[in-house]
């Protein structure tokens, strides 16, 4: 080491900034938080690579939920049967459901007399700027807040925007990730329609 | 065959890779240099090897042979050869090859450039960058062999995957491939990967070097750094140009008007970056002074695990994005990888701690010294606080249960303040003086660029005072850009007076004999372009959107644009394309004419967005077609956003490619040998000392 000699000033260990000890190797409470926080990081991402291995669900029947709207409507997905439901799982700060909003409002007014329902689930975010963007956009469909992420884990989504489609009789029928681009979501739309359904008699 | 000549050159590269890792080490523990000779062999011969079968692999998607799994999937006969050959790295088999001939492109170089001087690291390095090299390898030869061919069980209902041909089993070659992803069609996508690759492929060799530094016990001298330094300058700016084409690709083809959007994908890009610019500061340190050791080690060897670990989190999905990735099998054996060398590094760092103490204290914290310690301590907040943000919502489902993903807002709000403070520091800290720097001569140094800063940046706000939040971003560029441009009028200043040279002469010479130095600042100069086109991105942006009949115009601030016509035509590539004609005028007088587009890839049956963009200096008004009627073309919607100050940060870009030239550039002998000669073959060590 050498030996620091500066009139009157106090020298400073650039080390000690690094939160080290200065003889010897590290403290052992620091090495020990370093190794900590290293299998901690991949005991996380351990947990995240099963978890993503099982992929996004997009076939058999579509999970049930239920979804309070942002005017205060309930819509269940169980009660839809007979009707082609589109789930778009979306948010106000996710750059690529921007890009597909007006294609979705569009084909959503285009079908909506059709029986076609649009369900827009917006993921993580404020009230305030998903009314925003649903101005924006003028989306007339149903659209409410994930509370709790539950629809959203449900589906095992993998981030926004993702769109699920539901057959008439609750089947799921794949899964777009990524923004919808046209004409997609009408031809889906459109072979989802064609398929026949007779509804199912009540248990007696 | 060529596939097949191919497929054995891979296999014996996998081979020679895992022997030379062997060997090398082996060698090194037991002092034989037979066997480190022999393992350094292997591993220069793994480049070659590795190069017949990139070869290959290139050959067939230009040759359009479709019986290979891999150029069905990102080749078609639609396109063109060149398109073709980028093919390469339009798919994740073809870019785990690509990656793993490009690390051993970097270690062969370093082999037959570096075997005289080093010998004591050199078992070592060969031991680690080969280690990654057959972990790659072996990647491809295993998980996602580009060789993979489809065959077909009669009467079954899926094609099977594999490279040689199973019992019963008849080949199946389809009469087309389905062609690269529209979205790659892009200058900046094709460029972006090799540079991406090559900037984190690169740095291997500085890892390497301070590992072996770590093993042999060399890790308090600075010879790793010193033999390193250009490589990681190389790998710094590949990193850096990679970037900035991919910016300039999101912002091109994605059509949502910004560059940036804080996505795992770009933070993963980001974070090895950051680290590793720290990095090449904080070693200059270790040159002049011989301190912050621990902080070079810690952050090259976090540099290099960040980087891996951006390559997990981004080709697994572990962490979700607005970027679509296809899940594979490379997972597990990743994680593995990504476990031994995290762990790996960290044991052998604690073991030799104490080699890593500082030659000198800190005498001031008003110094040159303490201004590298305060960037390396800002350059590792920002790279957590991007790291915190990106792993949070994988932290937040498994403590919680619930998703929290956060948003763009939390990375400007937390990064915002950080990229300032470290953008006035590099503007201030050239001024320093090493130990200690006395505060009057440092007033004295500072007081003309801030007068003159408070001065520009007051008429330039002026012109924005509608957003008077962009007041201090302003006057922060303008003040870096000022102290830096003093810099250079001082020394040159300084030769005039001294040599009686004329300024160009002298700004010349000033340059040539201060590569590193002048090009450094030359690199800040970029920095500050780029860091403007973010200020414009934060404060400044505006957008519009709006149905126009033909004939109707959009207004948007001093612009508006009027809708001329729309057309539709068959274009290049197996591509239908939708052109809109568009006048741009600014405060009623013609400008240019913008053609946004909506091209439509037939057989991926996927459309891209193309924008119209009018770009000066100012700004750019960038015009998007998002909606149009389908019978008779008579309206269309459109989409206008104004960014200003965007077109900076492709300029800073380009200026910071040439800093680095300047700054890494072999200087001639004669001039200034001492200051850029990794380890001279026969001069005296104490000549290099003394620089």
Known sequence: ?204 | MLTDVGLLALVLAFVLGVYATLASYYGGRTNQDTWVESARNAAILTFPLLTISVFAVVYALYALDFSLAYVADVSSRAMSPFLRVTALWGGQQGSVLFWAWLMSGFVMVVLLRKWERDRELMPYVIAVAMLTTAFFIGVVVFITNPFTRMWHFPGAAELTMAIFQPAGAMPYIPEDGSGLNPLLRHFGMIGHPPTTYLGFTGFVIPYAFAIAALITGKSSGDEWIRATRRWTLVAWIFLSIGLVLGGRWAYDVLGWGGFWGWDPVENAMLMPWLTGTAFLHSVMMTEKRGMLKKWNMVLIILTYSLALFGTFITRTGVISSVHAFSKTALGPAFFGFIGLTFLGSLSLLFARWDTLKSDHQLESFLSREAAFLLQNMLFLAITFAVFWGTVFPLISELVTGTKITVGPPYFKRVTGPLFAALVLLMGIAPLFAWRKQAVRKLGKAIWVPFAASLVLSGVWGYAHRMHPAVYPALWLVTFVVLAILMEFWKGVRARIRGRGESPWVAFQKLIGRNRRRYGGYIIHLGVVMIALGFIGDAYLKSETQGTLQLGESLQIGEYSLRFDSLDYYPGSDGREVLEATTSLFKNGELVTQLNPRRDYFVVQQQPVTIPGVYSTAAGDVYALLVGWEEIGFQSSTFKIYINPLIGWTWLGGLVMILGTLIAAWSPSRDREGATYTLKPRQASLSYLAGD
């Open chain 1, 1 to 204: 080491m050498t030996e620091n000699i500066h009139l009157g000033e106090k020298a400073i260990d650039p080390e000690v900034a690094q939160g080290e000890g200065g003889e010897g190797g590290p403290r052992s409470l620091v090495s020990l938080l370093a190794y900590g926080f290293i299998v901690a990081l991949l005991g996380l991402l351990a947990w995240g690579l099963i978890r993503v291995q099982r992929g996004p669900v997009d076939s058999g029947m579509a999970p049930d939920f239920t979804l309070t709207t942002f005017d205060g409507e309930t819509i269940t997905l169980s009660e839809l049967r007979g009707q082609v439901v589109i789930i778009n799982f979306w948010a106000s700060w996710c750059p690529p459901c921007r890009e597909e909003a007006p294609y979705l409002e569009q084909t959503w007014r285009k079908y909506k007399d059709q029986g076609v329902v649009f369900i827009g689930v917006d993921y993580v975010d404020t009230e305030e700027e998903a009314l925003a963007y649903i101005a924006e956009f003028d989306i007339t469909y149903y659209n409410g807040p994930d509370l709790g992420t539950r629809i959203s884990q449900a589906y095992n989504i993998q981030g926004v925007p993702e769109t699920y489609y539901v057959a008439k009789n609750g089947e799921l029928r794949g899964v777009k990730i990524g923004p919808l681009q046209p004409p997609e979501l009408d031809n889906k739309i459109d072979e989802l329609l064609a398929e026949p359904y007779t509804p199912e008699e009540p248990s007696q």
